[in-house]
């Protein structure tokens, strides 16, 4: 991948756990974006966390985001079946054209069983 | 509003088939994104247009490939010839400035 991996590459649980996804990148950022992807369906955007920012909260939902070792991780809390799907974080890179682009990591399967 | 919106959702063509695949972005957005998806090779970003002007077409795999955005609410992606390597979910997205983008459902094109 260009600029971000997710680890893990998939993720089993039961509701009522919570689960945890981790996302490296490999430049600097102004932001960094998580998307969920329903299987079949385009992507929808959960939340952005600024470079100056440490942990933000939506919801079920709470991203931290440490710059020094240029990773992020999504933690969803007491997991519901209808959170199965595919999870992405992406930022901004520069590639070799010098225009900013929306690059996407690997994603994280997370299957939720009732 | 009604989101993003493609056509066709789906597409089985032959080799050698010319392909078109259409967008319709969020009124008011100024940033149109053309994306593919693969299993092999997750989300590429293929091309995206400011204000309707393309920016960044360095994605496009090769000449087969062209996008125009001809007004502010259309979008095409064309590929001619299509070959079966291009077998893929191709996905349209939109923002404001380069904020948060808003996706459609995709065009899954398999090709013969």
Sequence with gaps: SQQGEEDPQALSIQEGENATMNCSYKTSINNLQWYRQNSGRGLVHLILIRSNEREKHSGRLRVTLDTSKKSSSLLITASRAADTASYFCATFWTGNTGFQKLVFGTGTRLLVSP | DAGVIQSPRHEVTEMGQEVTLRCKPISGHDYLFW????????????????????????????????????????STLKIQPSEPRDSAVYFCASSFVQGELFFGEGSRLTVL
Excluded: C, H, W
């Design chain 2, 35 to 74: 994306y593919r998806q693969t299993m092999m090779r997750g989300l590429e970003l293929l091309i995206y247009f400011n204000n309707n002007v393309p920016i960044d077409d360095s994605g496009m795999p090769e000449d087969r490939f062209s996008a125009k955005m001809p007004n502010a609410s259309f």
